[in-house]
């Protein structure tokens, strides 16, 4: 390629040095129209949004999203030079259209992973007592909670150090196993560091699975 350029080959062919040099250095699909709107697309720049989420009366929940780049803006005002240079004339309010819905996928893509990352920061800073561990224990959904949220559990109702549940070796299926162990085999009486609703639900739970409990417990409470 190099002696093309430099050699006297293009002239040979009618063709001047400038010209074919040009065009040798054009990139892939440089003369499609796609192209050439998403090139101009990217130097409008990305758009910066920022999203408000408004509570009405009746709990529903609205989003708001403001563009401080003003991106489509900026993508509409080179319509024109666009069309003219790239498409022609009847092509315009197309070329208009599919600006928009290029802006839109943006748009919806950039508030979706924003709510999703919202969404998750508030999962993981739940607090032991916001999550519902008699419904993850019975659903056997505790391995969809986060990694450091079964400490929760190990902490309050089993008593256990941070260096006792981050030990080398204690996998994550073996916390949940031991969890659902403690649950079930937990006493029916209330402890001291044991919510009342968690207590209430262990003791369904627990006269569900195992009805023999029921006459354990009258028992119990039957004067001798």
Not at 22 to 51: I, T
Not at 62 to 90: A, I, M, P, R, W
Request: include cysteine.
């Amino acid at each position: 390629m190099r002696q093309l350029l430099e050699g006297d080959v293009t002239e040979k062919f009618g063709l001047e040095k400038e010209v074919f040099k040009d065009a040798c250095l054009r990139e892939l699909h440089d003369y499609s129209n796609r192209k050439q709107l998403e090139k101009m697309m990217a130097q409008c720049g990305e758009p910066m949004l920022q999203v408000t989420e408004e509570v009405h009366s009746d709990g529903s929940v609205s989003l708001s999203v403001v563009d401080s780049n003003n991106t489509l803006q900026k993508c509409q005002s080179n319509v024109d030079s666009f069309v003219e240079q790239y498409v022609c004339g009847d092509l315009c309010r197309a070329t208009e259209n599919e600006i928009k819905r290029r802006y839109d996928l943006k748009v919806k893509a950039a508030v979706s992973k924003k709510t999703t990352a919202n969404t998750r920061a508030l999962d993981k800073a739940k607090t032991y007592d916001e999550i519902d561990w008699p419904n993850h224990i019975a659903s056997n959904t505790l391995d969809k909670l986060y990694v450091s949220q079964p400490h929760l559990y190990m902490m309050h109702q089993m008593e256990l150090s941070k260096s006792q549940f981050e030990a080398k070796g204690y996998t994550k299926a073996k916390k949940i196993g031991d969890i659902k162990k403690h649950f079930y085999t937990s006493t029916l009486l209330p402890r001291n560091n044991q919510s009342p609703r968690l207590h209430l639900l262990s003791q369904n739970l627990l006269l569900h699975s195992f009805p023999f409990l029921t006459l354990l417990e009258h028992s119990h409470h039957v004067s001798p």
